[in-house]
């Protein structure tokens, strides 16, 4: 069983900057692959990132790429999202979840999940 609590969302204007965190509690961190989704009302989580156990692999989205950076630290039991050159289509509510996914871009392949932080982005 991991808990995870995400934090560092709000409101920021287009072309700002936000760092999120996703803190793990419970099992061992560094056992699970670790992802970023977005949701918006009347949406399906859409993929934002992904990190591999140990840090050494990481894929986004298209619509972020270049923008956003993902990144973990296991001895802190933690993980980011960078996201810099917010555009107002960034709004959503961002989940962190934990797993072991064969397709880490499908919400449905990861175990754990966080409680979502808001992100909002004023043009």
């Known amino acids: 069983q991991v808990q995870l609590e995400e934090s560092g969302g709000g409101l920021v204007q287009a072309g700002g900057s936000l760092r999120l965190s996703c803190a793990a509690s419970?099992?061992?961190?560094?056992?699970?692959?670790m992802g970023w989704f977005r949701q918006t009302p009347g949406n399906e989580r859409e993929f934002i990132a992904h990190?591999?156990?140990?840090?050494?692999?990481?894929d986004y989205a298209d619509s972020v790429k270049g923008r956003f950076t993902i990144s973990r630290d296991n001895a802190e039991n933690t993980m980011y999202l960078q996201m810099n050159s917010l555009k107002p289509e960034d709004t959503g509510v961002y989940y962190c979840?934990?797993?072991?996914?064969?397709?880490?871009?499908?919400?449905?392949?990861?175990?754990?999940w966080g409680q979502g932080t808001q992100v909002t982005v004023s043009s």
């Open positions: 990190i591999s156990r140990n840090g050494g692999n990481t």
């Open positions: 979840a934990a797993g072991l996914p064969s397709l880490y871009r499908t919400s449905g392949e990861y175990l754990y």
């Open positions: 419970g099992r061992s961190f560094s056992d699970y692959r």
